[in-house]
């Protein structure tokens, strides 16, 4: 990891350890949020909070992973709580859309992760789900596809607006892309929001 993500760009202040996220699981699931879960896989937050002056900043080369973590010194893992703390902040930064399309899927699945992929979650707060879909809404404007967006409709619980996206879908020919779109069109009838998986192949 490059020296200059460790010092702040506002204080100029160093970073020793660098906010992560970890994914650890023993399969290879894929998830209809674009979460892929792999073995032992660390990745640095795009967005660090420095510890001196308390400010949030986007660091560069945020494509790189942490393969080996056991040489490489890192706070807890960063989860929801991290992410619906720094949104704010995180809105009013400059970042390109590279940047922006990773970060708000990472915290599209952070949300999920935290309540709604697990049996027996916690309930988000008002606050935590108007996060929710404000990143959610502003993730769809880089998704063209009207299966992808319709997924999100309905993550979002707007079910007729799904519904809308997927009569939009051309699955002929297609039995796997008309596969995801019954399952999609089905959690909605049931008004379900929570993400689905599958083992990849």
Request: proline share 5%; hydrophobic share 30%; aromatic share 14%.
């Amino acid at each position: 990891m490059s020296e200059e993500n460790r010092v702040c760009p506002y204080c100029g202040g160093h970073k020793d350890k660098l906010e992560l996220l970890c994914y650890y699981s023993n399969e290879n699931i894929m998830w209809s949020d674009y979460r892929h879960l792999l073995p032992q896989v660390a990745v640095p937050s795009l967005v660090q909070k420095c510890p001196h002056c308390g400010k949030y900043y986007i660091i560069k080369a945020s494509y790189v992973l942490i393969k080996d973590t056991a040489d490489f010194e890192f706070i807890d893992p960063v989860g929801w709580n991290y992410f619906s703390q720094s949104y704010e902040d995180y809105s009013k930064l400059e970042k390109d859309d590279v940047v922006d399309y990773n970060h708000r899927l990472r915290i599209l699945g952070a949300f999920n992760d935290e309540f709604r992929r697990i049996q027996n979650p916690p309930v988000p707060t008002e606050q935590g789900l108007h996060i929710f879909k404000d990143n959610l809404l502003h993730l769809m404007e880089y998704f063209s596809d009207p299966l992808d967006r319709a997924e999100m409709y309905r993550e979002i619980g707007l079910f007729e607006e799904c519904f809308k996206q997927l009569d939009m879908v051309d699955d002929e020919g297609n039995e796997s892309k008309r596969g995801y779109k019954e399952t999609i069109f089905d959690f909605a009838k049931q008004k379900k929001v929570s993400p689905f998986g599958w083992r990849a192949e």
